[in-house]
């Protein structure tokens, strides 16, 4: 299905100071460990100004985003998407805008010859994990089958990641 009647745009670091304000939001509604505005905006400045990390925003102004970070992968030539973040304000929700969102995401990840993309999802976030399953994301391993695990191993305490069981993006660690 198309979701065509949203605007969607890949974010600039001029956007830093209205996508800090929607991961703000975000992180209040989960309850999550929220950083203070003027540092947020400005590591997100730097952080889309990096060819490793992008943001998509959408509506004018923004009331949704996502945030993607790039890594290398040793089983193809592209790179690997992880999508940190999706978040719809709630008032928005439920009318396609999301779908939008990530339709968008997958355009662009194709254009960048980005290779596949993932996401880490709380188990009890059925919601979640239907809509991006619709969106063709699984939870097992394509070639085998098997369910797949994310696993989590926090390297620097002093680093307060926003969603410590959200943050990141899942593998499909082999056995
Ligand atoms: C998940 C989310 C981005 C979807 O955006 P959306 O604009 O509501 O999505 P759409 O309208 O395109 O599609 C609706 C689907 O979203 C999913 N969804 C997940 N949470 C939802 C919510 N709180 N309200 C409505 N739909 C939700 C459902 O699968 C729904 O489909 P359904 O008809 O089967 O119930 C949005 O609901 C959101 O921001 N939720 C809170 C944050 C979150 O859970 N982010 C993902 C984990 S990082």
Same mark, same amino acid.
């Given at each position: ?57 959408? $509506?004018?102004? &923004? ?6 970070? /790039?890594?290398?992968? @040793?089983?193809?030539? %592209?790179? =690997? +998407? !992880? ?10 929700? $439920?009318?396609? &805008? ?6 968008? /995401?997958?355009?662009? @990840?194709?254009?960048? %010859?980005? =290779? +596949? !993309? ?58």
């Amino acid at each position: 299905m198309a979701h065509s009647t949203f605007d969607v745009r890949v974010a600039s670091p001029d956007d830093a100071a209205s996508l800090a304000t929607l991961l703000r939001d975000f992180n209040q509604e989960f309850d999550a460990p929220v950083d203070e505005q003027t540092a947020l905006e400005g590591r997100l400045s730097r952080l889309l100004a990096r060819r490793d990390f992008f943001a998509v925003l959408v $509506g004018d102004p &923004a009331f949704g985003f996502a945030t993607v970070a /790039l890594r290398a992968t @040793a089983y193809g030539d %592209g790179e =690997v +998407a !992880a999508l940190e973040d999706l978040y719809i304000r709630p008032d928005a929700r $439920g009318q396609g &805008a999301g779908s939008a969102l990530i339709e968008s /995401l997958g355009q662009h @990840a194709r254009a960048r %010859g980005i =290779v +596949a !993309a993932e996401v880490f999802v709380d188990e009890p976030d059925a919601d979640a994990l239907r809509f991006y399953q619709r969106h063709g994301f699984v939870h097992h391993d394509p070639g085998t089958g098997e369910r797949a695990f994310y696993l989590h191993h926090n390297l620097d305490s002093g680093t307060r990641l926003p969603h410590p069981e959200r943050q990141f993006g899942s593998t499909a660690p082999k056995a």
